[in-house]
């Protein structure tokens, strides 16, 4: 597959949000690349359409190739954004990919409709995390503005000046020394062996988390089941409506306890999966670049089905707690008292959605890898 080597920008927003914007969305990334070839006589291939065949190449095609320092991922940040499991996972493979060669610069967030979970100290989102630790542009005002007025072509341009500095600061960048969260004791250098080592002995906690969430997630059918029957029983002897609405109250309360449980259990899995997340892949792309020997090719092979075992393992809780999440259509709708415990619950899923996203994308890189070093 051939990739231009040339500047470029991956536009990622959805596509409901430049309807109701009228095209500006797709016209802003356009107005952005033609100021910076402007400035720099350069042209920036921004790739807008997702549908294209030649966005999903290109991205494919760069971030295996260790990125460089004028691939930029531009996410245009509104609530639909974040609602959206295709954007989320597109923004999480990115940043794993730029943290791991020291790029994170490579991520620009332009914020275009306003969202209040940015203005949290320590939001609870890990996308959101992600968006509030870079400097982001806020267009939120722009956005109001008349594409021609002064202040608007004044914005354009200071982005594209940005993008340039960006290129010029990360040209002479050295990928970062692969490191993984607690191996303080390793040596200043650790080799191949010991980065594995200590990816392998992470991901047991990750099982620890899903067991925990999974006994929450027992206790609140056990709970639901109970109220399904006292509202049997209040039928049968005519409670009506007013015996079910009481039934589902004292549910919703029932249910705040291990619904938070749950959040937090989701809030520690997914800021656990994405902090590893660089170095992980920073030891895929280890082996892709140094190669096996026959020493530590079996090894090799060991922390590949340990990474593809767990990645099977968190899928699979995913379709269950997504099978859950569908089930609890009905009782959002019998009262409002259990909506927010629902809605609750969904954000929970969407932590563990996030950490698929970063196991499917470890799966896909060493599928890659173990087939061009023959590991299979």
Not at 182 to 191: F, H, Q, R, S, Y
Not at 268 to 293: K, N, Q, W
Request: include cysteine; proline fraction near 5%; glycine fraction near 6%.
């Amino acid at each position: 597959m051939t990739t231009s080597a040339g500047p470029a920008g991956f536009w990622s927003y959805t596509h409901r949000d430049d309807e109701i914007e009228e095209g500006r969305i797709r016209r802003l990334a356009q107005k952005i690349a033609n100021e910076f070839e402007g400035i720099t006589a350069d042209e920036f291939d921004v790739f807008i359409d997702k549908k294209d065949i030649r966005w999903g190449d290109e991205w494919r095609s760069r971030i295996d190739s260790a990125l460089s320092g004028s691939t930029f991922f531009i996410p245009i940040i509104t609530p639909r954004f974040l609602k959206s499991e295709e954007c989320r996972r597109e923004i999480l493979t990115f940043v794993g990919h730029a943290k791991s060669l020291g790029l994170e610069e490579l991520l620009l967030p332009i914020l275009y409709f306003d969202v209040p979970q940015l203005r949290d100290s320590d939001p609870s989102d890990e996308v959101v995390a992600l968006v509030a630790e870079r400097q982001y542009v806020d267009w939120t005002k722009l956005r109001l503005e008349n594409e021609d007025s002064p202040d608007y072509r004044k914005e354009v341009n200071r982005l594209a000046a940005r993008l340039v500095e960006i290129i010029e600061k990360t040209a002479e960048v050295e990928p970062p020394p692969v490191t993984l969260p607690d191996n303080a004791d390793a040596d200043d250098e650790p080799g191949m062996l010991e980065l594995m080592a200590d990816a392998e002995m992470a991901l047991p906690g990750w099982a620890s988390v899903m067991d925990n969430f999974n006994e929450e997630l027992r206790e609140i059918g056990e709970r639901v089941a109970k109220a399904n029957e006292e509202m049997a029983a209040s039928d049968a002897r005519g409670g009506g409506f007013a015996g079910r609405l009481r039934i589902t109250q004292q549910l919703s309360n029932d249910l705040k306890g291990p619904v938070d449980r749950m959040s937090q259990l989701g809030n520690e899995y997914s800021a656990a999966v994405v902090a590893v997340d660089p170095g992980v892949l920073g030891i895929i792309r280890m082996v892709e670049e140094e190669g096996v020997t026959d020493e530590n090719a079996e090894q090799v092979r060991s922390f590949f089905e340990v990474v593809r075992e767990a990645g099977a393992q968190n899928r699979s809780m995913v379709d269950s707690l997504q099978e859950f999440a569908d089930s609890l259509h009905g009782p959002a709708n019998l009262s409002k008292s259990m909506r927010p415990v629902i809605k609750k619950m969904r954000a929970s899923l969407q932590h563990f959605m996030d950490g698929k996203a970063v196991w499917d994308e470890w799966d896909r890189r060493i599928s890659e890898v173990s087939e061009r070093l023959d590991l299979s």
